[in-house]
C-alpha cells in the first residue's frame, strides 16, 4: 500500500464558528490533482457561501493529492458539494479500492467530528468516469451508505463530425430556420457581466427558474475565473437572444451551468443554435464531452419536455447519484 498523507484544511474566509479540526489554508499548500473537477479545487470553495473542510490523502512520494473530499456542515448535515451541481470524492487512478475505502472511513469521522449527523454526497454524473463510479457506489454501500435521490442528467459526446448530424430532424428544422434568419451563435468573450447577469436574471425570472447562485457569486466567478467559465450567444442583430454560462469542470469536460433564451423569441429555440457553437468550441478546444445538465423544472422535478430537447440535440442519458448515511 502506498503511503499518504492525511491533511484537513478548511477553506473560506471566516471559519471562526465552525469546530476547530484543521487551520485554515492560504491557498498556497500544495493541493495540485490532475486533472480534478475544478468545483473540487480551492479557488473554487474559497468563494463558497460558507467556509467549507477539505479532506485530502497527499501522495508522500509525488507529494500531490491522492483523494481528496470537500464538505460543508450545515445544521448537522455534511453537504459535498456546498454549493456546485456536484462534488463529492475524487481520486487518482492509482488508488486502490482498499486506499479508498480507507479515506471513506476517515470521511465520516471527520464528518462527525465536524458536528455532522449525516453526510451527503452528490457524485458527477456517470458517464465522467464509469468505472470509477460504479467502484465509489460500492465501497459507499459497504460503508453504510445508501442512494437518497438519482437524476437523469444529459450529455453529448464530442466527436468530429458537425453536432447537426447528431440532431434528431425537429431541432435540425429549428437550427437552420435560425441561421435563415441570421442569427449569429459564438463564444462572447469578455462579457459586460452586468448586462449578462440582467438578461439572466431577467428571463429565468419570467420562466420561473430562480439563479443557482447569488448575483455577486456569479459576478464573481465570471470575474475571478473566465478562462473555467465560458460565455456563449446567439444574437439576433444587436439584441442577445440567449446565453449559456458554461463550466470547464476538467479540461476535457465542458457543464451548460445556466442557459437562457430570450422569451421573445422561444419560436426560434435559439438555444439549438447555442449549443451547437457550445459543440463547436469544445471541438476546437480537446473537450470530448458536453454536459447538458439534468432535465429539471423550476421545483427540481423531472421535465419529459427539456428531456426530449436534449435527447432530441443527440444527448444521451447518463445517472448523477446522491448519496448519504446517519453518523
Known amino acids: 500500500m502506498r503511503q499518504y498523507h492525511s491533511h484537513l484544511t478548511l477553506i473560506g474566509s471566516d471559519p471562526s464558528s465552525l469546530p476547530r479540526l484543521a487551520e485554515p489554508t492560504d491557498l498556497l499548500t500544495d493541493t495540485r490533482f490532475s486533472d480534478g473537477l475544478f468545483f473540487n479545487s480551492p479557488d473554487f470553495l474559497a468563494l463558497q457561501p460558507q467556509p467549507v473542510y477539505q ?7 509525488t507529494r500531490q493529492t491522492a483523494i481528496r473530499c470537500a464538505f460543508g456542515v450545515q445544521s448537522g448535515l455534511a453537504l459535498s458539494p456546498v454549493a456546485a451541481p456536484f462534488g463529492s470524492v475524487e481520486w487518482a487512478v492509482q488508488v486502490t479500492p482498499a486506499e479508498l475505502s480507507q479515506f471513506v472511513a476517515e470521511l465520516l469521522q471527520q464528518a462527525q467530528q465536524a458536528g455532522a449527523n449525516q453526510l451527503r454526497l452528490t457524485h458527477p454524473p456517470a458517464c465522467y468516469a464509469p468505472s470509477q463510479a460504479h467502484e465509489l457506489f460500492d465501497i459507499l454501500t459497504q460503508h453504510g451508505f445508501s442512494s437518497s435521490r438519482q437524476v437523469a442528467t444529459f450529455h453529448i459526446p464530442v466527436c468530429g463530425q458537425p453536432l447537426e448530424y447528431r ?46 447562485v447569488s448575483e455577486d457569486q456569479l459576478a464573481h466567478l465570471l470575474s475571478r475565473f473566465p478562462e473555467n467559465f465560458p460565455v456563449f450567444g446567439v444574437w439576433s442583430g444587436r439584441t ?19 442557459p437562457v433564451s430570450h422569451t421573445d423569441y422561444a419560436t426560434f429555440s435559439p438555444m439549438v443554435m447555442l449549443l451547437e457553437s457550445a ?9 470530448d464531452l458536453l454536459d447538458l445538465g439534468p432535465a429539471l423544472d423550476p421545483i427540481g422535478q423531472f421535465k419529459p419536455s427539456l428531456a426530449r430537447f436534449k435527447e432530441n440535440m443527440g444527448a444521451m442519458c447518463s445517472p448523477r447519484f446522491t448519496f448519504e448515511i446517519s453518523l
Open 55 to 61: 479532506l485530502n490523502w497527499v501522495d508522500t512520494i
Open 240 to 258: 442577445l437572444v440567449a446565453t449559456c454560462v458554461c463550466v470547464r469542470v476538467r479540461a476535457n469536460s465542458l457543464y451548460t451551468f445556466i
Open 167 to 212: 440532431m434528431r430532424a425537429s431541432e435540425r428544422q429549428r437550427f437552420r430556420k435560425c441561421v435563415r434568419t441570421g442569427f449569429r451563435a459564438l463564444q462572447w468573450e469578455s462579457p459586460q457581466i452586468d448586462e449578462l447577469i440582467r438578461f439572466i436574471t431577467e428571463h429565468r425570472r419570467l420562466k420561473g427558474y430562480p439563479l443557482s
Open 279 to 287: 459543440y463547436e468550441y469544445c471541438q476546437q478546444t480537446g473537450i
